[in-house]
Nanobody, 115 residues
Framework: QVQLVESGGGLVQPGGSLRLSCAPS????????MGWYRQAPGMQREWVAA???????NYNNSVWGRFTISKDNAKNTVYLQMNNLKPEDTAVYYC?????????WGQGTQVTVSS
């Protein structure tokens, strides 16, 4: 089992920035692909970004050029740097770890973009 603990959400004005963090309960970056998903009220959960065990990154087109996913192996933490935030980015953001049929989720952290 892997527990994922997220932090860093909050309220920010349009155009602002936030950085989300996710710390797994054990070291898994060498095997697992780490990702971020989000779910807005009344909407399905959608994939936002991912980083593989080799460090390859991929992004949803809606966040391309604004969000950056990264990981720090020494700190055992994965990050989502979110810049130029828009009201449509408002959602609960979930950290995800996956390897073959093993999928784990964090508890979610709220991000609200509003003036």
């Amino acid at each position: 089992q892997v527990q994922l603990v997220e932090s860093g959400g909050g309220l920010v004005q349009p155009g602002g920035s936030l950085r989300l963090s996710c710390a797994p309960s054990r070291s898994i970056f060498s095997i697992y692909t780490m990702g971020w998903y989000r779910q807005a009220p009344g909407m399905q959960r959608e994939w936002v970004a991912a980083i593989t065990s080799e460090g390859t990154t991929n992004y949803n087109n809606s966040v391309w050029g604004r969000f950056t996913i990264s990981k720090d192996n020494a700190k055992n933490t994965v990050y989502l740097q979110m810049n130029n935030l828009k009201p449509e980015d408002t959602a609960v953001y979930y950290c995800n770890a996956r390897y073959r049929s093993d999928w784990y989720w964090g508890q979610g952290t709220q991000v609200t973009v509003s003036s």
